[in-house]
């Protein structure tokens, strides 16, 4: 089984910072892209940003200077360092990832995780 659990998540005021992570453990026998999604009441999911395996990034326009994805492959994580936050931030971040698993090595499938709440108040 694979899991993927994020923390981080919380309260803070406008122009603050939090920081995300999300693990991935269990019968990994390849990671490759990881990313972070968030979907707000009432609206679609929304990528935010992903790094490749080789580290390679792409972000939303809308947190493009403010956002940034890093992982740190020796621990299957992803982090999401988020600055200058602001009250349209607030959504549920998920964390997602595309992993080979040892069950089925040669079929590349995405895995989520439960989310963390993010919750900016102005």
């Known amino acids: 089984q694979v899991q993927l659990v994020e923390s981080g998540g919380g309260l803070v005021q406008a122009g603050g910072s939090l920081r995300l992570s999300c693990a991935a453990s269990g019968s990994i026998f390849s990671l490759g892209a990881m990313d972070w999604y968030r979907q707000a009441p009432g609206q679609q999911r929304e990528l935010v940003a992903a790094?490749?395996?080789?580290?390679?990034?792409t972000y939303a326009d809308s947190v493009k200077g403010r956002f940034t994805i890093s992982r740190d492959n020796s621990k299957n994580t992803v982090y999401l360092q988020m600055n200058s936050l602001k009250p349209e931030d607030t959504a549920v971040y998920y964390c997602?990832?595309?992993?080979?698993?040892?069950?089925?090595?040669?079929?590349?499938?995405?895995?989520w995780g439960r989310g963390t709440q993010v919750t900016v108040s102005s």
């Open positions: 790094i490749s395996s080789g580290s390679t990034t």
């Open positions: 997602g990832a595309i992993l080979r698993s040892t069950e089925n090595p040669q079929i590349p499938r995405r895995y």
